[in-house]
């Protein structure tokens, strides 16, 4: 199949990096319009707006609120890269949209749909009104009992087919306006099979023909978690590589890191293919020791890589 064009969504607003936590700590406005204009200028597709707390620091509802309106005015004064407006919370994309220019900027996205959210119809009724495309989280589906992870592929296009109907029926939209986030774990800590799932899920939603035209999404960050600074993006990109052959089209992502697809025949592309593999449980064994076996996989591929007098890890 040919790969299609990897789509940016920019991630460095969001309070896990320190620029956009000084920004808000201080309230600067010019603060978070230089990391919009800095990655509308790396040529993203979108721009996550996160105001949301992290392990790093501590925000209210309230204080979001407050700032929210004053910063997408703000961004959308510097650029006219639209908007993927990021939180749980179905009073935030609310307020956010509220304050959007569509005519500057055009249609934004809301991020996210999944099957834990309590406000979810609400939510709905937001992407109908506002006219976003959405997000959908397919690592969560609906069980008898409220929500679960997804822990096989199968729970994961049930969660795509779910929101898909509801969006076209509910929300008026489109496949096209639907983006499927998978879930992607750190690959060195996957002891669930969690990368692999998502792989399988993206297959089996692009073989289903009621679901032809949807994206599919992952935050890459979260791939290269924990691994050494000189083997981490050279992960990410194999991964992407790997992901980009079954229909991934767009990234959440730090566009400074220049994210994108190796070439299938490089050598750790075809690494990674072999310690992911290694993550399949076999015939009577657990899940947790396949998943065991792809962290060491992935330890050999750290180690070929470093220098014997450097490590690489973070100091």
């Avoid at 790093?56 to 929210?68: D, F, H």
């Avoid at 949209?97 to 709905?124: C, T, W």
């Avoid at 929101?163 to 983006?179: C, E, G, H, S």
């Avoid at 060195?188 to 994206?215: E, F, S, W």
């Amino acid at each position: 199949m040919s790969t299609p064009p990897l789509k940016i969504i920019g991630e460095l607003i969001n309070n896990s990096y320190a620029r956009a936590r000084r920004a808000f700590t201080d309230r600067n406005v010019e603060g978070f319009q230089k990391l919009a204009k800095g990655q509308s200028d790396l040529g993203v597709e979108y721009l996550t707006l996160n105001l949301d707390g992290t392990q790093r620091i501590s925000v209210r509802m309230e204080e979001m609120l407050e700032l929210l309106p004053n910063v997408v005015r703000g961004i959308q004064d510097v650029t006219s890269t639209p908007i993927s407006f990021d939180n749980p919370a179905v009073e935030y994309h609310r307020v956010g949209l509220a304050a959007y220019d569509r005519a500057k900027s055009g249609r934004p996205i809301l991020n996210s749909l999944a099957a834990s959210r309590r406000e979810l119809d609400e939510m709905v009724d937001l992407v109908k009104s506002y006219d976003t495309n959405v997000i959908v989280m397919a690592s969560e589906h609906f069980t008898p009992d409220g929500s679960a992870q997804c822990l096989n592929a199968q729970h994961s296009h049930d969660a795509t087919k779910h929101f898909v109907d509801l969006l076209i029926n509910q929300a008026d939209r489109q496949p096209d306006n639907i983006i499927i986030d998978v879930g992607l774990a750190p690959v060195g800590a996957d002891t669930y099979g969690l990368i692999n799932i998502g792989l399988d899920a993206m297959k089996l939603i692009t073989a289903d023909p009621d679901l032809k035209g949807v994206h599919f999404v992952v935050g890459l960050s979260n791939f290269a978690w924990g691994t050494p600074k000189g083997i981490r993006e050279k992960l990410e990109n194999a991964y992407l590589a790997i992901a980009a052959d079954l229909g991934l089209d767009y990234a959440l992502a730090n566009p400074e890191k220049a994210p994108g697809p190796l070439d299938l025949n490089d050598p750790i592309v075809t690494d990674l293919r072999g310690a992911l593999a290694q993550g399949r449980a076999r015939d009577g064994e657990t899940q947790e020791t396949a998943g065991f076996r792809q962290a060491e996989a992935i330890m050999g591929i750290i180690s070929a890589s470093q220098p014997d007098d450097d490590d690489g890890w973070d100091d």
